[in-house]
């Protein structure tokens, strides 16, 4: 079994920073994408930044400039690093993972358990 397991939510004042880290394990041969996604209260999940296995990155327009996406392969992990923070940041992020569990087969999409980022003003 895949298991996304993430870390470093918080409580952050406006302008402040927080580094948030997803690390998959279990049964994975390769991974295609990881990236973050993120809910805020009455509002749709949406998209903040995923990376490829190569390195290429996407970022939501809201977060760019702001928001870091880095990974390492070798331990199956990716980090947001969130700078100058916003109150309307404000949500649970969530760690997604498209990956096959060996080289030839379906490709399955993995979701972490989600942790709270709070940016008061």
């Known amino acids: 079994q895949v298991q996304l397991v993430e870390s470093g939510g918080g409580l952050v004042q406006a302008g402040g920073s927080l580094r948030l880290s997803c690390a998959a394990s279990g049964s994975i041969f390769s991974i295609n994408v990881m990236g973050w996604y993120r809910q805020a209260p009455g509002k749709q999940r949406e998209s903040v930044a995923t990376?490829?296995?190569?390195?290429?990155?996407d970022y939501a327009d809201s977060v760019k400039g702001r928001f870091t996406l880095s990974r390492d392969n070798a331990k199956n992990t990716v980090y947001l690093q969130m700078n100058s923070l916003r109150p309307e940041d404000t949500a649970v992020y969530y760690c997604n993972a498209r990956l096959r569990p060996q080289a030839v087969g379906v490709w399955y999409s993995y979701w972490g358990q989600g942790t709270q980022v709070t940016v008061s003003s």
């Open positions: 990376i490829t296995s190569s390195g290429s990155t």
